[in-house]
């Protein structure tokens, strides 16, 4: 069973098996298609111990690393209202956690921010190895969002009560000391130790006479707590009711996963912006200050030019579009200064994580590729070679303007007609 787009499957020795996020470009969303890969293919494991991974988004902005953006919000954009005779477009989380909680080992490597569903992907696995610096986030509150009632007791089994309502009630970002004082994750290590660290594990895990194994294994699973006789039904008619009135809105960039929405539905960027820096100040975290403040100027400029513009999303928009540009440009200055520019460097990957987060998201290389080949055969330029860069890049750029790096386009549509 081949895996889904997103998602990779590989051997990492014997008796184990990687399973790795491979969205890094979009922040790593799990949507549909990965969580029934994961239900069925749990099904298929036959004593395989398991390392849930991923590729982590801006490795080197500063503190940006993204596990998991949470679940793929396009999909709750595109999908019906829930009624009785329709399934919450969630549904299929709780059938791949269930199945995660009934397969054979799970351990997994944590990196970086994990959010939404993401977190719950995580507590389902029996033994989390975290690095440094990873942090749980849950916007369902801010999001309008009324949390699975199973998924709710999964995060509570993990977190505890006290933390999980800082999680879940006050959306409060939860930082890798807090997640492992209260159990919430089992060990924590340098980021350069973490892959030594899960192997270490692992082999534990296979050297172990597996009927013991499995016995505690699957009594420790029953043990954790469940949802009440008589609430399940009520909560799901009330998270029912949060679908209909929190419909998802497709805001230009956020349809990466639930990180890339950290406001209720109805804000702009402007309260999206300034929900970051709320959380920024909780966190005395002057870096992410810094930037917004940066970003702020910049649009009270704009108001003061007497150019008649107004405070909209549209503004907020070329504003952050504008200043991803000047960062994007400055960067080959800093390079060829070598160890002098190292420091200005880091901080403007740091910048640059932060705006792109706001920006729609671009494809990679292979889904740039592929659209490009697209182009080149409808409109019959294979062959053609450099003479007919111009007129491919004018397509692409007027149909998919905001999807395409226009640098990483135009080597690939070069490279495409020259051969």
């Known amino acids: 069973m081949s895996a889904p787009v997103g998602l990779e499957e590989s051997s990492a020795g014997d008796g184990v098996l990687r399973w790795e996020l491979c969205d890094p470009a979009r922040r790593n969303p799990v949507g549909p298609a990965i969580l029934e890969w994961i239900a069925t293919r749990c099904a298929e494991l036959r004593g ?16 940006s690393e993204v596990f998991c953006a949470g679940f793929d919000l396009r999909v709750l954009a595109e999908s019906p209202v829930p ?14 956690v269930a199945a995660m909680r009934t397969a054979e080992h799970l351990v997994v490597a944590l990196r970086g921010r994990v959010i939404g569903a993401g977190v719950e992907l995580v507590c389902a696995c029996d033994l989390r190895i975290a690095a440094e610096g990873v942090d749980f986030e849950i916007p369902a509150a801010r999001l309008g969002v009324v949390y699975r009632a199973e998924g709710l007791a999964v995060l509570q089994h993990a ?35 973490l892959e030594a660290e899960v192997a270490r594990v692992v082999d534990r895990l296979r050297r172990s006479p597996p009927l013991g194994l499995a016995g505690n294994r699957d009594l420790l699973r029953a043990l954790a707590p469940g949802v009440p006789p008589g609430l399940g039904e009520r909560h799901e008619q009330r998270r029912r009711a949060a679908f209909a ?20 539905p109805a ?15 909780r966190d005395r975290d002057e870096r992410t200050l810094n930037v917004i403040g940066m970003l702020k100027n910049k649009v009270l400029m704009e108001l003061k030019s007497g150019s008649g513009a107004q405070e909209n999303d549209e503004l907020w928009m070329n504003v952050l579009s504008g200043y991803a540009k000047q960062l994007r440009k400055s960067i080959p ?57 111009g007129r491919v890049m004018g397509l692409l750029m007027k149909q998919h303007k905001d999807e395409l790096d226009s640098e990483l386009t135009k080597s690939i549509v070069q490279r495409v007609l020259g051969a």
Do not use: C, Y
């Not at 804000?267 to 100040?281: N, P, Y």
């Open 48 to 63: 395989e111990v398991v390392v849930l991974a991923a590729r982590t988004a801006h490795a080197k902005d500063g503190g």
């Open 83 to 96: 009624s009785e005779a329709t399934a919450a477009p969630d549904e299929v989380l709780g059938r791949a």
């Open 159 to 193: 977190f505890g009560p006290a933390v999980v309502r800082r999680l879940v009630l006050l959306g409060d970002r939860i930082d890798h000391a807090t997640a492992l004082a209260v159990g919430a994750v089992t060990s924590v290590v340098a980021i350069d130790r």
């Open 245 to 264: 009135a929190a419909s998802v809105p497709q805001l230009p960039g956020r349809g990466r996963g639930e990180g890339a929405l950290l406001s209720s």
């Open 267 to 281: 804000m702009g960027l402007k309260d999206d912006i300034d929900a970051r820096m709320r959380q920024a100040r």
């Open 333 to 389: 200055e800093f390079e060829k200064a070598g160890e002098r520019g190292k420091e200005a460097l880091a901080d403007v990957a740091f910048e640059l994580g932060f705006v792109e987060q706001f920006l729609p998201a671009k494809l990679d290389e292979a889904a740039t590729e592929a659209l490009v080949r697209k182009i080149v055969e409808e409109q019959n330029l294979a062959g053609q070679g450099a003479k007919a860069t």
